[in-house]
T-cell receptor
Framework: GDSVTQMEGPVTLSEEAFLTINCTYTATGYPSLFWYVQYPGEGLQLLLKATKADDKGSNKGFEATYRKETTSFHLEKGSVQVSDSAVYFC????????????FGPGTRLSVLP | NAGVTQTPKFRILKIGQSMTLQCAQDMNHNYMYWYRQDPGMGLKLIYYSVGAGITDKGEVPNGYNVSRSTTEDFPLRLELAAPSQTSVYFCASLLDRGNPLNTEAFFGQGTRLTVV
């Protein structure tokens, strides 16, 4: 079945540091890829998405590029802020009937002032 | 536009009690999902529905039941609560997986359930 693997956390960075959270996937169909963010005590919110190979999703300074050749969708941000502290989930969905949104385990990010 | 609404936000149950977690969406989405999130863990799919009258089991369905009598509502039923069901439950909806440009899951705020 489809699956998503993320780097284990927690990740602790100082403010203005560079962030990378690795995500790789396995899918039988042609997936769309997503990053969701969960702030403390809240539900998940869409951060960015990409629907085909070489697409770059971007939002709030975060970026991720859909790499079909390496089956990856790594999340990056050039300069993190304290307000970026949250749990980040990589996810995919394919067009196979009966398939659903598949989420990675999440990576907790803590940004220190 | 309210999006996905879950009630209640918090609940404490005694072992063996039953309850229904409510989920409603006003976006006319055809797909709806129930996930549980255990402390420090990712999301596990409990049940999902591809439309009114159709439901299917996910990864961890034991101890739960669902129904989908309308497009808007997707309640999750716990019949005999057990401590292992202590978790945060999220409901989500999604419009149309066939068109990736329209594909995005919208989540409710979650229900924190404790079984003691």
């Amino acid at each position: 079945g489809d699956s998503v693997t993320q780097m284990e956390g927690p990740v602790t960075l100082s403010e203005e540091a560079f962030l990378t959270i690795n995500c790789t996937y396995t899918a039988t169909g042609y997936p769309s890829l997503f990053w969701y963010v969960q702030y403390p005590g809240e539900g998940l919110q869409l951060l960015l998405k990409a629907t085909k190979a070489d697409d770059k999703g971007s939002n709030k300074g975060f970026e991720a590029t859909y790499r079909k050749e390496t089956t990856s969708f790594h999340l990056e941000k050039g300069s993190v802020q304290v307000s970026d502290s949250a749990v980040y989930f990589c996810a995919l969905i394919t067009d196979n009937y009966g398939q659903n949104f598949v989420f990675g385990p999440g990576t907790r990010l803590s940004v220190l002032p | 536009n309210a999006g996905v609404t879950q009630t209640p936000k918090f609940r404490i149950l005694k072992i063996g009690q039953s309850m229904t977690l409510q989920c409603a969406q006003d976006m006319n989405h055809n797909y709806m999902y129930w996930y549980r999130q255990d402390p420090g863990m990712g999301l596990k799919l409990i049940y999902y529905s591809v439309g009114a009258g159709i439901t299917d089991k996910g990864e961890v369905p034991n101890g739960y039941n669902v129904s989908r009598s309308t497009t808007e509502d997707f309640p999750l039923r716990l019949e005999l609560a057990a401590p292992s069901q202590t978790s945060v439950y999220f409901c989500a909806s999604l419009l149309d997986r066939g068109n990736p440009l329209n594909t995005e899951a919208f989540f409710g705020q979650g229900t924190r359930l404790t079984v003691v």
